[in-house]
């Protein structure tokens, strides 16, 4: 009996390998900066909201964290990041960013900050459809997560996208 369970064990393990191999999720959550003052930085409730950011996110797995140079979307990222002991990576444009996460960061869950007219292009550039092309001046509140699938199938590589649109800390306008 042993001779027989032993190969149709290891034929399963080796379809289950095969299979892990054959697809990977990557999950980059996408935020605007926070409430921000005239200025470059965050006012008190873009504080609070970069504050209630980690605690809504500090479990999910984040390996990554990305913002433009820009005091706002670092101050948003960065009590997560601290909480995490993960570097504040910048980049300076989506297509690129975008390149570079679905090169290095396959199956990796990320936090990237962008501002009211870059968030609907790094949804896009993902193969997803965002509810807007910008997000209003006034609204600091959307938390995007982006779930890319990436597939191999008879050598071809497919990546499928699926978009969570949530809302996180005081509700903006």
Do not use: W
């Not at 670092?74 to 679905?102: E, F, G």
């Amino acid at each position: 009996m042993h001779k027989i369970k032993l190969p149709f064990l290891i034929i399963i393990m080796v379809a289950f390998a095969c299979s892990s191999l054959a697809q990977t999720t990557t999950r980059i959550f996408v935020v605007r900066h926070a409430d921000r003052q005239p200025s470059d930085d965050l006012n008190p409730l873009g504080v609070i909201r970069a504050n209630e950011l980690k605690r809504m996110l500090l479990h999910t797995g984040i390996d990554s964290v990305f913002s433009t140079n820009f005091v706002r979307t670092k101050k948003t990222v960065k009590p997560l990041a601290d909480a995490m002991h993960l570097p504040v990576l910048l980049y300076d444009s989506n297509p690129p960013l975008l390149k570079r996460i679905l090169k290095y960061s396959k199956g990796k869950t990320l936090l990237v900050a962008g501002h009211s007219n870059t968030v609907a292009q790094l949804i896009k550039s993902c193969g997803c459809h965002p509810p807007f092309d910008n997000i209003p001046d006034t609204q600091f509140d959307n938390l995007f997560l982006i779930i890319i699938q990436h597939q191999k199938t008879n050598l071809l590589l497919k990546n499928a996208c699926k978009l969570l649109y949530m809302k996180y800390g005081a509700i903006t306008n």
